[in-house]
């Protein structure tokens, strides 16, 4: 069963995110925000670039920068050859449903690599 993002989830998911990178945003301010994204992602998990404007785009990447949203591209080939690239955004759900609950820290690549050697098992670590 697919999970639908409510005004209410997203608007909490976003004061948290937002704080967490030490900025803080009012209650009003994320509720307006989160009814503005939501209006562009309706019941889909993802959206098309090109309908964003420059000022729509902006508050996207502060989002991506909280870890609410990221990025993925896809490339297709024209009928005359040329490589087509179509951007999207998504929601990262998971990320979402931490920062609602509270149960996060902040997001950075040496926690991202960490998380990826302590995955190893320990035999890796001998030689041979």
Do not use: C
Not at 6 to 24: C, K, M, P, S, W
């Amino acid at each position: 069963m697919e999970v639908i993002i409510t005004v209410e989830e997203l608007t909490q998911a976003i004061r948290n995110g937002i704080r967490e990178a030490n900025r803080e945003l009012e209650e009003e301010q994320a509720y307006q925000l989160a009814l503005h994204v939501l209006n562009f992602f309706g019941y889909s998990d993802r959206i098309i670039d090109n309908i964003l404007e420059p000022e729509d785009r902006d508050a996207f990447y502060m989002l991506e920068d909280a870890g609410i949203l990221t990025t993925e591209r896809e490339e297709t080939t024209l009928y005359d050859g040329r490589e087509w690239r179509i951007h999207y955004w998504l929601f990262r759900k998971k990320r979402i449903e931490d920062l609602i609950s509270g149960n996060v820290k902040r997001e950075t690549e040496a926690d991202a690599e960490d998380s990826f050697y302590e995955a190893l098992p320990d035999e890796i670590w001998k030689r041979s």
